[in-house]
T-cell receptor, first 114, second 112 residues
């Protein structure tokens, strides 16, 4: 199984809502990533988990809260978002958190903040 | 920032033609990767080339790396309409913390 799954595919939320994005992989990868991508722009790294520990936080606002419950799951909890947070949120995984290796991406969650 | 710069930003060709896109970066790297992204979807890894390699092939893809010029090229031969997508290079800085940095991408349209 070489698939990374993400749910939901689409999410519309108000600025006062709390929601979560979910990501799952069963490839035994020990590094998992969250990216944010705006239209016609490259993905921007948000967080990296290595062996279930947060290893990199790219100065992301606290309204985004990542969680790695186990080696297969990655969540992104959203609270009090702003309209400019509307974007495609991509999850990825790779074999190891040491070294930039091939990343496997999920299909993304299209988030709209109203 | 180590962000790569792809060139051209957009490329439009006919099916059967070759497509070449280039990536330049700023500092020494461990490796460079190319990814493809179909509209609104996740990225798909195409090829990884290490800093001590100069050329790599995978099917219709050919990647070159010139570390002296800090640049890489991706050649897609005999293009197909299904190759229509955005193509990104990604690098990580040598001695850095393995944070992958993606370039701004090349949008390729292949007309049937």
């Amino acid at each position: 199984d070489t698939e990374v799954t993400q749910t939901p595919k689409h999410l519309v939320m108000g600025m006062t809502n709390k929601k979560s994005l979910k990501c799952e992989q069963h490839m035994g990868h020990r590094a998992m990533y969250w990216y944010k991508q705006k239209a016609k722009k490259p993905p921007e790294l948000m967080f990296v988990y290595s062996y279930e520990k947060l290893s990199i936080n790219e100065s992301v606002p606290s309204r985004f809260s990542p969680e790695c419950p186990n080696s297969s799951l990655l969540n992104l909890h959203l609270h009090a978002l702003q309209p400019e947070d509307s974007a495609l949120y991509l999850c990825a995984s790779s074999h190891s958190g040491t070294g930039f290796l091939e990343q496997y991406f999920g299909p993304g969650t299209r988030l709209t903040v109203t | 920032s180590q962000q790569g710069e792809e060139d051209p930003q957009a490329l439009s060709i006919q099916e059967g033609e070759n497509a070449t896109m280039n990536c330049s970066y700023k500092t020494s790297i461990n490796n460079l990767q190319w990814y493809r992204q179909n509209s609104g979807r996740g990225l798909v890894h195409l090829i990884l080339i290490r800093s001590n390699e100069r050329e790599k092939h995978s099917g219709r893809l050919r990647v070159t790396l010139d570390t002296s010029k800090k640049s890489s090229s991706l050649l897609i031969t005999a293009s197909r309409a299904a190759d229509t997508a955005s193509y990104f290079c990604a690098t990580d800085e040598m001695g850095g913390s393995y944070i992958p940095t993606f370039g701004r991408g090349t949008s390729l349209i292949v007309h049937p």
